[in-house]
């Protein structure tokens, strides 16, 4: 079991993390001397902004792809977060800090009925969060009634993500939120024991069911945790819109795996940080903007995005191979 744990010194190592580093101030740079529009406040804030969700997507997502799983439902999750709180809010009448908790719940329910799914049941992940996403993707549009529920009468919800807490600097608290929730991410995976063990069933996951850990309930907590982040990025994003739109999320799944990958986490688990998992968000949050300010087409967007993901992904295994 040391052995197993011991792995984790090598975990997103300098030169990696490095890399990854210097692609980002890569990007920023080429953007930068294309569009003198890139550098500027607003613009920044705006990339600041869509990082903030697809980021704590990210960082859940990050605790099961170490383990060697997956779940393909974290954004309709959040989608389903979002719905529940507005309707705790808005059509049961609830405090909106109640509703606030009832979404995140609503998420970690999510995430355990995926960890029993694939713990218990032995369902592979893909297939177990696969069918989770059509779940409440559809349940998202029953409750609603395939409508979007507003938070009108609650103006304060707004300010969860579109506030500001620092006086004189208009820094959405979305932006903070993200960035709060990656420091607990990275304690979490890196100072606790549940950071330990989520290392060792990617490892070798055999190994550490032999040394007397208790394998299915490890894997149950992660899946819920993964859900408890889809559940704030759920509020994070209807604070945004000021509303919870039930035909979003779909697709969002895609782009916090590939902020996972191009973090330097690897597929056949085991391997990954959380400072990477931000990077990579990063990543993908300036590249789609800068070619957005640079007026590539977005079919063209989504083609470069998705090579990028593969160069990351075939990275990984030629860092693999050499090892």
């Known amino acids: 079991m040391k052995a197993i744990i011991a ?3 090598s975990t997103g190592s300098a030169t990696q993390k490095i890399l990854a580093f210097a692609s980002l101030i890569a990007l ?12 500027q406040f607003d613009n920044v804030i705006g990339i600041m902004l869509s990082t903030a969700v697809i980021g704590i997507l990210a960082l859940g997502s990050t605790f099961v792809i ?35 908790i009832g979404g995140i719940a609503a998420g970690a329910v999510c995430g355990l009925i995926s960890g029993l799914a694939v713990a218990k049941m032995q369902i592979p992940p893909f297939i177990a969060t ?12 029953v409750i609603s009634g395939t409508k979007p529920i507003y938070f009108n009468d609650t103006p304060a919800f707004s300010k969860i993500a579109m506030g500001s807490i620092i006086p004189g600097i208009e820094i959405p608290n979305a932006i903070l939120i993200f960035f709060g929730i990656a420091i607990l991410a990275s304690i979490l995976l890196s100072k606790t ?3 330990r063990f989520t290392f060792a069933l990617g490892s070798n996951e055999e190994a550490t069911r032999l040394s007397g850990v208790n394998v299915t309930a490890w894997k149950i907590a992660i899946y819920t945790i993964t859900g408890v982040f889809s559940g704030i990025a759920g509020i994070v994003m209807a604070s945004r819109l000021n509303s919870a739109q039930p035909a979003l999320g779909s697709g969002y799944e ?22 990477g998992t ?23 967007q989504t083609v470069i995005v998705g090579l990028v993901v593969i160069l990351a992904v075939y990275a990984d295994i030629m860092r693999r191979r050499k090892k």
């Open 7 to 9: 792995r984790q010194a």
């Open 28 to 39: 920023v740079l080429i953007f930068s001397l294309s569009s003198s529009n890139f550098l």
């Open 66 to 100: 170490i383990t060697s799983g997956i779940d393909l439902a974290v954004g309709t999750v959040m989608t389903f977060a979002s719905v529940m709180a507005g309707v705790m809010i808005t059509v049961w009448g609830l405090p909106m800090p109640l509703g606030v």
């Open 130 to 141: 696969l069918a989770m996403m059509m779940i409440t993707k559809g349940l998202s549009l």
């Open 193 to 195: 024991i549940v950071g």
């Open 254 to 275: 895609l782009e916090a795996i590939a902020a996972v990958v191009i973090g330097g986490t690897s597929l056949s688990g085991g391997k990954g940080s959380i400072l």
């Open 278 to 300: 931000v990077i990579g968000a990063l990543i993908m949050s300036v590249l789609t903007n800068g070619l957005r300010i640079l007026s590539v087409k977005q079919e063209w």
